[in-house]
């Protein structure tokens, strides 16, 4: 299971309406409009927004259930999501910035 927990660089949404869809090339040759002619951003979560409901919500129960949380590519520093790696405490971790696999 793949959760888009800070949404997806390679699509676009407008915040007018919610739509969004898939951009065309990368990089971005040039900023995007919606059918509203309204000006796209990327589908991401920036620092200070709120990570979207959803994904938060299945990233914290998937993480209270796995047997093995894998953190990579990641300082975890960065709260909400530094706080998965907690959720289950006897689970193998693992950090891009430690070459070393601890059990804790
Ligand atoms: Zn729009």
């Not at 040759?29 to 409901?53: N, Q, Y």
């Not at 530094?82 to 910035?97: F, K, N, T, V």
Request: hydrophobic letters at 40%; aromatic letters at 6%; proline letters at 7%.
């Amino acid at each position: 299971m793949v959760l888009e927990y800070h949404g997806n660089i390679l699509r676009d949404r407008c915040t007018v309406e919610g739509s969004s869809r898939n951009v065309p090339t990368m990089p971005r040759r040039a900023a995007s409009l919606c059918r509203l002619r309204r000006l796209l951003r990327p589908d991401v979560v920036w620092f200070g927004e709120a990570i979207p409901r959803t994904p938060m919500m299945l990233a914290a129960a998937a993480a209270e259930d796995c047997d093995v949380f894998l953190s990579v590519g990641t300082s975890s520093l960065v709260y909400p999501a530094a706080g998965l790696a907690q959720a289950r405490p006897r689970a193998a971790r693992w950090s891009s910035r430690s070459t070393r696999m601890r059990r804790t």
